[in-house]
């Protein structure tokens, strides 16, 4: 009586979130990818965007959560349709011997692929807007119980041609000469961004895939990417560049 008692308590299947689908009391790695909508881009980027997603979302292990944020046409980071999940397994990903593939595919699909490609059919919709608050979103992001400091493994993936454009620093003013002359010493947004959001970033991995902006692309790829290196590591975040 004490084997079965014991092997029903060790075998007895464990406790899921049913809003995140994540392990109850656990705190898993999270990725978040942002689209920066506050610029237009072309059918063939929105495309590239969905498909960087599905990568992102292959790459989870069982457990691993994904989100997604759009930084949208009012400036405002939004949780596109409200898809923040963990990856609950696909059949390809369980052992035969112990679960049904097919049972646990079909799962996989009703509870994390289908609301993901219900989320991607809006968030690739082009939008518009006048500012464009880059930093400031990705502190707010921190800040998020969901996404804060507790959180191992934190990564966003940020969609984004990295113009920014608000009270902190604007890259536009190109009347005023080199870009140099348009921003603000990396040390001053820093101390602005942590007096503000705290240290919430520091710790996050930052994969930034950069959407060339027609006359842009030469600071894009030179003086802005030093510049925002330069305040992603004051900030303690570890930025990497990759195209679309």
Same mark, same amino acid.
């Given at each position: 009586m004490g084997a079965i008692s014991y092997a029903a308590f060790v075998l007895k299947p464990p406790v899921y979130d049913s809003q995140t689908l994540c392990l109850a009391g656990t705190? /898993? /790695?999270h990725t978040v990818v942002v689209i920066d909508k506050t610029d237009l881009y072309s059918p063939e980027q929105a495309e590239a965007i969905g498909a960087?997603?599905?990568?992102?979302? $292959?790459?989870?292990?069982? &457990?691993?959560?994904l989100s997604l944020y759009e930084l949208n046409e009012? &400036?405002?980071?939004?949780?596109?349709n409200s898809f923040s999940l963990c990856n609950p397994g696909a059949g390809e990903q369980v052992n035969p011997l112990y679960r049904n593939p097919d049972r646990v595919q079909a799962r996989? $699909?009703?509870?994390?692929?289908e609301p993901l490609d219900r989320a991607l059919a809006d968030l690739v919709l082009p939008k518009d807007a006048p500012n464009s608050p880059i930093i400031e979103a990705l502190a707010r992001l921190g800040q998020d119980p969901g996404f804060d400091r507790t959180v191992p493994s934190r990564q966003i993936v940020?969609?984004?041609d990295m113009l920014q454009n608000s009270e902190v620093f604007t890259v536009y003013r190109r009347r005023l000469g080199?870009?140099?002359?348009?921003? /603000?010493d990396p040390a001053i947004v820093a101390d602005a961004i942590r007096e503000t959001y705290g240290d919430s970033l520091r710790g996050a991995r930052l994969d930034i895939r950069l959407i060339p902006r027609g006359n842009?692309?030469?600071?894009?790829? &030179? $003086?802005l990417m030093q510049y925002w290196d330069t305040v992603f590591a004051m900030l303690g975040v570890q930025a990497s560049w990759n195209a679309l």
């Open positions: 705190v /898993p /790695p960087l997603i599905l990568s992102q979302r $292959d790459q989870l292990a069982v &457990g691993e959560r009012s &400036g405002q980071l939004r949780n596109t996989y $699909d009703a509870l994390f692929a940020l969609v984004s080199s870009l140099e002359h348009r921003v /603000p842009w692309e030469a600071e894009q790829h &030179g $003086d």
